[in-house]
């Protein structure tokens, strides 16, 4: 067959599979839409996206096939990476927030302890990162765990796809690489990469999901100057801790929790208060709600004691119709959230939203 016949051929299978695409997939989605795109801040959630699973073999990244690893995306739960050395347990059981990372596996004959491990982790992962970024493999307990003083020969360091930098793309990948590579090449370590591909195609869509679910509530009081003495007699009637060094700052903590945040921001030596800010990070709060509550109650209550008016960044005035409609913003952001496998407050929901 010549190589005319070939193409037109190839070019008639390509427009059938389109053809099919666009009559059935689209259809198939909205019957079991996967949450990634869907929007957190309306009510409506129409928008599906389909996220490819990939698995890291110790010599190539290839697709994962539906027999050997079924997604989660069938379960409506995200699963964005899949990582799976040769004849070793798979991480994620140990480390669910790794299915959120771009994870690199260091292997080789001479075991090595994490401090081995530290100029790369140093130059990759941020001071704050979790723990579960960096894990080894335990030969005898046979599971992926936090390395100790120990030794070992397997090794993992992951990256999140997306935070509130941005997302991984083909640039800070090749970057990722060439670092990792330069650094195992140098202890006579082997090093694996997921998919670039893959990864910037997984981080994008991450990402999306990061854009829509990223709510902060601000709230100014403001109206009059107040001295800074009163607030924080006020602010520890209402259980608030002081907490900050450059600014006047308060916190309301609930078991370790951090729930919003007060700001002051002062004039005359940060003697006078001309402004009052409340902040909530809902995505890094456990029960976004209930911590809108606790705050809309110390807002008013405050509001009240020294007749200041409530309003949002831009100035505008916000009464109780507009705070009930950030309730209920939160309460589907705190639904939307969960169902999608990245329940507020936890592990995976603090790797993304920081």
Not at 22 to 31: D, E, N, T
Not at 36 to 50: C, G, H, I, Q, R
Not at 54 to 78: M, Y
Not at 216 to 222: A, D, F, K, R, T
Request: proline content about 6%; glycine content about 4%.
């Amino acid at each position: 067959m010549s190589t005319a016949y070939i193409v037109v051929a190839l070019v008639g299978a390509v427009a059938v599979l389109a053809a099919f695409w666009w009559g059935f997939y689209p259809a198939k989605l909205k019957k079991n839409p996967s949450p990634l795109m869907s929007s957190l801040k309306e009510p409506s959630f129409d928008n599906t996206v389909a996220v490819t699973t990939t698995t890291t073999t110790a010599t190539d990244t290839t697709a994962a096939s539906p027999d050997n690893a079924p997604s989660r995306i069938e379960q409506g739960v995200l699963r964005i990476s899949r990582f799976e050395p040769p004849d070793l347990p798979s991480p994620i059981e140990s480390a669910p927030v790794l299915e959120m990372c771009y994870v690199m596996h260091f292997y080789g004959d001479t075991p090595r302890r994490s401090a081995d491990f530290e100029p790369l982790r140093e130059s990759v992962l941020p001071k704050n990162a979790l723990r579960e970024l960096f894990l080894a493999y335990d030969g005898k307990a046979k599971e992926w765990r936090i390395p100790t003083d120990e030794k070992f020969t397997h090794w993992l360091l992951a990256v999140p796809l997306a935070n509130r930098n941005g997302a991984l793309n083909a640039e800070k990948i090749k970057s990722l690489e060439e670092e990792s590579r330069r650094f195992a090449e140098k202890r006579s370590l082997r090093a694996v990469f997921p998919s670039a591909l893959e990864t910037v195609k997984n981080a994008g869509l991450l990402d999306k999901f990061c854009n829509t679910a990223d709510i902060v509530v601000e709230l100014w009081l403001s109206g009059q100057k107040i001295k800074a003495a009163e607030v924080a007699a006020v602010a520890n009637m209402h259980g608030l801790v002081e907490d900050g060094e450059k600014e006047i700052s308060y916190v309301l903590r609930v078991d370790s929790e951090t729930l919003f945040l007060v700001r002051l921001m002062t004039v005359g030596g940060m003697s006078e208060v001309m402004r009052i800010v409340f902040e909530l990070d809902a995505p890094n709060v456990s029960n976004p709600v209930a911590a809108f509550d606790r705050m809309s109650r110390c807002l008013e209550r405050m509001a009240a004691v020294w007749q200041m008016s409530i309003s949002d960044p831009r100035g505008e005035a916000v009464d109780a119709e507009r705070l009930k409609t950030m309730r209920e913003q939160l309460i589907v952001l705190e639904r939307q959230m969960s169902d999608f496998g990245v329940p507020p407050g936890g592990a995976v929901a603090h790797l993304l939203f920081t």
